[in-house]
T-cell receptor, first 115, second 115 residues
Framework: ETGVTQTPRHLVMGMTNKKSLKCEQHLGHNAMYWYKQSAKKPLELMFVYSLEERVENNSVPSRFSPECPNSSHLFLHLHTLQPEDSALYLC??????????????FGAGTRLSVL | AQKVTQAQTEISVVEKEDVTLDCVYETRDTTYYLFWYKQPPSGELVFLIRRNSFDEQNEISGRYSWNFQKSTSSFNFTITASQVVDSAVYFCALSHYSSASKIIFGSGTRLSIRP
């Protein structure tokens, strides 16, 4: 079993749909992250949670809504997305969010296509 | 400003050749960490190495080696005797002490190893 699991692996949705991405980590970490990876762009950090509290929100549109019910689970709720939101969404976890040496461990991502 | 530059967008070599992936970074911090990650076609970013700013010793792990030079702000990655399984996108990244939850990723180098 991998340390960070993301579901679903692939998702196709219309612009009016509501869907959620799920991330689960089995590493006992206290920090979790959402990243967006678009073609030909560097990874973009979207949200950071530390001990279930959001500590970072990098000017992400409100159509993306994160939720962290406990330190092992992270969700990204999606509604009324735009075609430019099509991307690979990666979840990561680390021991804590406040230490620069922390290694982030990534899931395999959800490939999202918005039609 | 913090920045990571991977000038090589794509590299293609024949199996068993050696290949070096370049990484140049910018930071005003004196304490920082550098990372390399591998992203195979399956999508997840796989952690390869972490190096702190005070340790300039080169590191070797099997066929992989890393050359960290503070004088040129570079952290290059060499694969010796490349194999087809090394085909992936490789990311260099920087985390800095002043904003510990953020990792700045380079834009990645797509490495293709031809049989």
């Amino acid at each position: 079993e991998t340390g960070v699991t993301q579901t679903p692996r692939h998702l196709v949705m219309g612009m009016t749909n509501k869907k959620s991405l799920k991330c689960e980590q089995h590493l006992g970490h206290n920090a979790m992250y959402w990243y967006k990876q678009s073609a030909k762009k560097p990874l973009e950090l979207m949200f950071v949670y530390s001990l279930e509290e959001r500590v970072e929100n990098n000017s992400v549109p409100s159509r993306f809504s994160p939720e962290c019910p406990n330190s092992s689970h992270l969700f990204l709720h999606l509604h009324t997305l735009q075609p430019e939101d099509s991307a690979l969404y990666l979840c990561a976890s680390s021991q804590s969010a406040g230490v620069s040496k922390n290694i982030q461990y990534f899931g395999a991502g959800t490939r999202l296509s918005v039609l | 400003a913090q920045k990571v530059t991977q000038a090589q967008t794509e590299i293609s070599v024949v199996e068993k050749e050696d290949v070096t992936l370049d990484c140049v970074y910018e930071t005003r911090d004196t304490t920082y960490y550098l990372f390399w990650y591998k992203q195979p076609p399956s999508g997840e970013l796989v952690f390869l190495i972490r190096r702190n700013s005070f340790d300039e010793q080169n590191e070797i792990s099997g066929r992989y080696s890393w050359n960290f030079q503070k004088s040129t702000s570079s952290f290059n990655f060499t694969i010796t005797a490349s194999q087809v399984v090394d085909s992936a996108v490789y990311f260099c990244a920087l985390s800095h002490y002043s904003s510990a939850s953020k990792i700045i990723f380079g834009s990645g180098t797509r490495l293709s190893i031809r049989p």
